[in-house]
């Protein structure tokens, strides 16, 4: 049983949870229905060229992944501080809360990134390397990882 399972009374089971990691630049994305897959996985990535594209390429994702809610990084310094990118980020999520009236869960995302780069290093999926077409949604799955550890004990999140 994989450390992503949830019990069959949890209110995420069979749900389908999409994760964002957003970046100024590109969105890293990563999917995972819980239960049903046995780990979060790399989506893609969106480009960040405007609210207009992004908010297409979202919609098109939740109606072809039938997601049911979404989790998005929240970026802080190693000892809890804001960065220059965590308004961003918050004034992003608040934007996807006017137009989704789907859940939105904000996770802290401290070393995410990083946290990508090791597996990236790692894996021979990423020939051992840091892909940097790949990276924003290897680092979208460390923080769907994170937000289902997270709330494995808390449905009520």
């Known amino acids: 049983m994989s450390e992503f399972h949830l019990p069959e009374d949890h209110p995420f089971h069979l749900r389908t949870i999409l994760?964002?990691?957003f970046g100024e630049k590109f969105i890293g994305a990563a999917t995972y229905c819980v239960n049903r897959d046995p780990f979060p996985t790399p989506y893609g990535r969106?480009?960040?060229v405007g609210p207009g594209a992004v908010l297409?390429?979202?919609r098109r994702i939740i109606s072809d992944e039938c997601v049911d809610r979404i989790v998005v990084g929240l970026p802080h310094l190693t000892d809890g501080k804001k960065t220059s990118t965590t308004a961003k980020a918050q004034t992003f999520i608040?934007?996807?809360r006017e137009q989704f009236t789907l859940p939105i869960h904000d996770q802290d995302e401290t070393?995410?990134?990083y946290e990508a780069q090791e597996r990236m290093k790692r894996s021979?999926?990423?020939n051992f390397r840091v892909d940097l077409k790949q990276i924003d949604a290897v680092a979208a799955s460390v923080?769907?990882?994170d937000f289902i550890r997270r709330?494995?004990?808390r449905p009520d999140l």
Do not use: G, Q, V
Request: negative net charge.
């Open 46 to 48: 969106i480009a960040n």
């Open 94 to 96: 608040d934007f996807l």
């Open 56 to 58: 297409s390429e979202l």
């Open 19 to 21: 994760a964002l990691d």
């Open 143 to 145: 923080i769907l990882e």
């Open 111 to 113: 070393l995410s990134t």
């Open 151 to 153: 709330t494995k004990d």
């Open 124 to 126: 021979p999926r990423y």
